[in-house]
């Protein structure tokens, strides 16, 4: 395990690693991407309820899922920062943080949109979505550490702590619809027992998941090869490949 973790922790070696598998992982996205929209957008029936309204699960779903996913990503590499101070962790949490606040606000903004119709307002400060919004304010106050403080391995140590208190709020988002009486409702896909939703919507669901998840991995690893570049822009390997002209 830690021999694993010392290789793909090299900077150099996860530069080449990701390289070689991010156009795979673009590729795949796409594809999956395509045929999640076409068969939750076209395909999947419409609610007995709300009609095609509801379509906007499609979206909405993934992208509150990628929220939470996003920020425990950034609070796993926190501990290997703060633990074994790898640059390729560091390089994580700076690459993840603008994708993580960018599906929170797509969470907020399409729950919003979908609320009005159902709800009859766009906003309710209950506890799933304030449990949110609080998560949005994290992924921003991350972000403006790292800009306020000029040395990078100190502003990463910092976002570490920062993300490893702030991961207290993930389970808050989770369980906020079983804890408290709030508008929104409750877990229909993580359940214990069966998910209570049609498996014709929960097919197209869990494919734009999976899209979601994918190209979460193929924009960060491609900005984490950027932040290597710069953080290790006077060592060897990055001297190489200058020379040799592969970025």
């Keep these: 395990m830690f021999k694993w973790i010392h290789k793909y922790g090299s900077p150099r070696y996860f530069y080449g690693f990701s390289r070689r598998l991010?156009?795979?992982?673009?590729?795949i996205t796409a594809v999956l991407l395509a045929v999640g929209l076409y068969w939750g957008l076209v395909v999947a029936p419409p609610d007995y309820q709300q009609g095609d309204s509801y379509r906007i699960i499609f979206i909405h779903v993934p992208s509150a899922w990628m929220s939470m996913f996003v920020y425990m990503v950034m609070a796993i590499s926190g501990i290997i920062v703060l633990v074994w101070r790898m640059k390729v962790a560091e390089a994580m949490m700076r690459a993840s943080a603008p994708l993580g606040a960018s599906f929170t606000f797509l969470a907020l903004v399409t729950?919003?949109?979908?609320?009005?119709?159902m709800w009859g307002t766009y906003w309710v400060w209950d506890a799933r979505l304030t449990s949110e919004l609080i998560l949005l304010f994290l992924y921003l106050g991350f972000i403006a550490?790292?800009?306020?403080?000029?040395?990078?391995?100190?502003?990463?140590?910092?976002g570490a702590v920062l993300a490893l208190v702030g991961v207290v709020n993930i389970p808050i988002i989770h369980y906020s619809v079983e804890w408290w009486s709030t508008l929104h409702q409750g877990p229909t896909v993580t359940k214990l027992d069966a998910p209570s939703i049609s498996?014709?919507?929960l097919l197209p669901l869990l494919t734009m998941a999976v899209a979601f998840t994918l190209y979460f991995f193929t924009i960060a690893m491609k900005r984490v090869r950027i932040e290597l570049l710069e953080s290790e822009s006077g060592s060897n390997w990055v001297r190489e490949l200058a020379d040799e002209k592969e970025y």
């Design 22 to 27: 991010t156009p795979w992982l673009g590729g």
């Design 111 to 117: 729950g919003s949109l979908w609320g009005k119709p």
């Design 145 to 158: 550490l790292q800009s306020a403080i000029e040395d990078r391995r100190t502003a990463a140590r910092a």
């Design 199 to 201: 498996v014709n919507m």
